[in-house]
């Protein structure tokens, strides 16, 4: 008889065939064996759900569901948190992967924290083949509500959610919002509840051409900054939580539109969004990711 799992291990997959087989290889390789493993493969074209059926007959804590259509990550993930068991749902991109203790600190973590019931883990990014290339910042808890509105710091894998949490919540499944979904359910959550973090990096972000978010116009990411900004204020909870970050919010949708465009050598649009962003926050000229943009593209004009 099948034990219940603690962790439901959550993975979105679209044509991911090339990566999905080590991601699923992260998760089995776990040194704790209480979890399920749920791939929602997203209408794939490509060789994923065959490549999943492969470790399934290997391991029967695999499960496979197959969306009929497309229907973007927010969606998967929601069928995700319907389908899951266990006592925890932690979420995993198809193309990322687990470090071994990661489940485990996850249980020493809710045995030290028993009333935990949002928290994460840190996260860095290197090649396929590992090289380290960064470790994403971990900024002081104290106020993590002014710091979700400077950026997705809890990024949308490592994040560990009581069932309380994963069978209340939902993402939104607007499509032109993919890429930014995780953070908006952040903002959500993070209004109600207090977040934890197991300070030890646990996941692994592979850094290739092929991810979504690389394909992001600086166009596309102040859509969703207008879009998520919008919902705050209509929601009274949320903009007597984020009322005093509005600002703070936008100038970082600005700046993070330079940085696309630097990457895209469209220096001169850059320079505008620098210009919003200082006009939104003045204050920004004191955070060094400002200096560094803004050096960038001086320095490539």
């Not at 259509?69 to 899951?84: D, M, P, Q, Y």
């Not at 996850?106 to 030290?112: E, G, N, T």
């Not at 809890?154 to 009581?162: D, E, K, M, Q, R």
């Not at 895209?264 to 200096?291: H, M, N, S, V």
Request: with cysteine.
């Amino acid at each position: 008889m099948k034990s219940k799992p603690i962790f439901s291990v959550i993975i979105p997959a679209y044509n991911r065939a090339q990566w999905i087989g080590k991601t699923l290889e992260s998760v089995l390789n776990q040194t704790y064996p209480h979890f399920e493993v749920l791939v929602i493969d997203d209408a794939s074209t490509d060789a994923t759900p065959e490549v999943v059926r492969k470790y399934q007959k290997k391991d029967s804590r695999i499960v496979l569901h197959r969306n009929e259509v497309n229907k973007e990550r927010a969606f998967c993930r929601n069928k995700g948190f319907e389908l899951a068991q266990g006592d925890f749902a932690v979420l995993l991109d198809s193309d990322d992967l687990m470090l071994p203790t990661n489940l485990e600190d996850a249980w020493h973590y809710i045995q030290q924290h028993p009333d935990a019931v949002f928290f994460h883990n840190l996260l860095e990014l290197r090649t396929p083949d590992g090289k380290r290339l960064y470790r994403y910042p971990a900024p002081p808890l104290r106020n993590p509500q002014k710091e979700i509105m400077k950026g997705n710091f809890l990024s949308g894998i490592g994040v560990f959610l009581a069932k309380s949490l994963y069978k209340a919540y939902r993402f939104d499944e607007e499509r032109k919002l993919s890429g930014s979904e995780d953070r908006e359910l952040w903002i959500r959550i993070l209004a109600r509840y207090k977040v934890g973090r197991i300070p030890k990096i646990n996941n692994i972000v592979l850094q290739h051409s092929q991810r979504g978010t690389a394909k992001d116009s600086s166009e596309t990411i102040l859509w969703r900054v207008r879009y998520i900004r919008n919902k705050i204020v209509k929601d009274p909870l949320l903009y007597k939580v984020y009322q005093p970050y509005l600002s703070l919010f936008d100038a970082h949708g600005y700046l993070l539109a330079a940085i696309t465009d630097n990457a895209r050598g469209a220096y001169d649009k850059a320079f505008q969004w620098y210009k919003a962003a200082l006009r939104c926050y003045p204050a920004i000229l004191l955070e060094t990711r400002f200096w560094k943009a803004l050096a960038h593209s001086v320095l490539r004009n």
